[in-house]
């Protein structure tokens, strides 16, 4: 039986270890932000004075960042101070395209830390806290989250798990990505099916020009690729695309209804849209795994403030359970609902059939 003490004493518990968690993802921050993994991945074993001339940085801040990375298990120190980063802590925290890669994470906490102040006052009045709001930190970061899922599975596992769509992609076929983001996931596809047209939609015009910037980096899929800023629940361009995507969008949409009815329209016949987003459990329960406290983490702080406002939003947040996206799917004419077979650990798919 759990005594009242103990009861208080787990508590106090699991809040300190938040506030650990806190202090150290906010160091890892401070380090991508300023290159320091890379610069110590470079720089081989070195004395903290070495490493503040090498990274450009305040000797005084380097040795105590250096002292508190280390304590922390993040890189490593010889017993006479010279300090250095593991091959596996390279992959983690410098290498963009690693499953592994999590310096991301401290920058899209970082930047919804940042937000806070506005996330206080919409629970007061009810109001958005618009996506653009959260800054460069939250768009860069999630594009950085997500850009190895998308580099590394979304044409080999995917949409393979779909082959009459994969064959229709590999033939030349027309996929549109909604909520795109920054899209990497709009470049893979059209790296991954060369003779294929992708056209990647998001309404926020930060994450357009910035996936508009990577396509101009790769001009020789200027012909097959466009994106445009646009709400995907706007005009479709009816009955032209093989696939239409939503990956980790449907949940932020306001109208995640008439998103999904556009995309049916803008199916050709035998076409499908692909949902990949949260993977949360089928029920609310109470306490949660550590995949539903994540997922509950992000919402009101983020997906659900920027869906706020809106009159009519849905107002979803980013615990989208398997029931709401059949029930929306639904609601939009779609007939069935599949979950594909793909293994993942944060998401699950849906195969929507008008
Ligand atoms: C969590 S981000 C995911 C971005 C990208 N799909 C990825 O996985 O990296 C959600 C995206 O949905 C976009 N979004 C939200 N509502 C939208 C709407 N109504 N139409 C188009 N994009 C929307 C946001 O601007 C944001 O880029």
Redesign the pocket.
């Known amino acids: 039986m759990t005594t009242t003490t103990d009861r208080r004493a787990a508590l106090a518990e699991q809040i300190f270890t938040s506030m650990l968690g806190a202090l150290e993802i906010f160091h890892v921050y401070v380090g991508d932000r300023l290159g320091l993994y890379s610069t110590l991945a470079a720089s081989g074993e070195v004395t903290a004075d070495e490493f503040a001339a090498a990274a450009n940085i305040n000797p005084r801040y380097a040795r105590e960042w250096l002292e508190q990375q280390a304590v922390s298990g993040v890189i490593d120190v010889s017993d006479d101070r010279r300090y250095a980063l593991s091959a596996e802590a390279e992959e983690v925290l410098c290498n963009p395209d690693s499953d592994f890669q999590m310096a991301a994470g401290a920058q899209l906490i970082a930047g919804v830390a940042a937000a806070l102040p506005k996330v206080v006052e919409a629970f007061r009045t009810g109001a958005a806290v618009p996506?653009a709001d959260y800054g460069a930190d939250v768009r860069v970061g999630?594009?950085r989250l997500?850009r190895p899922m998308f580099v590394n599975h979304l044409v080999s596992e995917w949409i393979p798990a779909m082959p009459d769509i994969d064959e229709r992609l590999r033939n030349g076929g027309w996929a549109a990505d909604?909520?795109?983001?920054?899209g990497?996931?709009t470049l893979s596809l059209a790296r991954g099916y060369p003779q294929a047209h992708v056209d990647g939609?998001?309404?926020?015009e930060a994450?357009i020009a910035e996936a508009a910037a990577a396509l101009a980096a790769e001009p020789d899929l200027a012909d097959r690729v466009t994106f445009i800023c646009?709400?995907?629940?706007g005009p479709s361009f009816a009955g032209r695309y093989d696939v239409v995507t939503f990956?980790?969008?449907l949940h932020?949409?306001?109208?995640p209804v008439a998103?999904l009815s556009a995309a049916r329209e803008m199916l050709t016949d035998g076409g499908a849209v692909l949902v990949g987003d949260e993977k949360v459990a089928e029920k609310f329960a109470a306490p949660g795994d550590e995949l539903e406290r994540f997922n509950y983490g992000w919402s009101a702080l983020h997906c659900l403030a920027?869906a706020m406002g809106e009159p009519g939003t849905a107002a979803t947040g980013t615990v989208i359970r398997p029931s709401t996206v059949r029930k929306y799917a639904q609601e939009a004419g779609f007939s069935q609902v599949d979950i594909l077979p793909i293994e993942h650990d944060f998401w699950r798919f849906y195969r929507l059939i008008p």
């Open positions: 996506y999630i594009a997500n909604l909520g795109c983001g920054t990497c996931s939609l998001d309404l926020d994450s646009r709400d995907a629940a990956f980790e969008t932020d949409m306001a109208h998103a920027a």
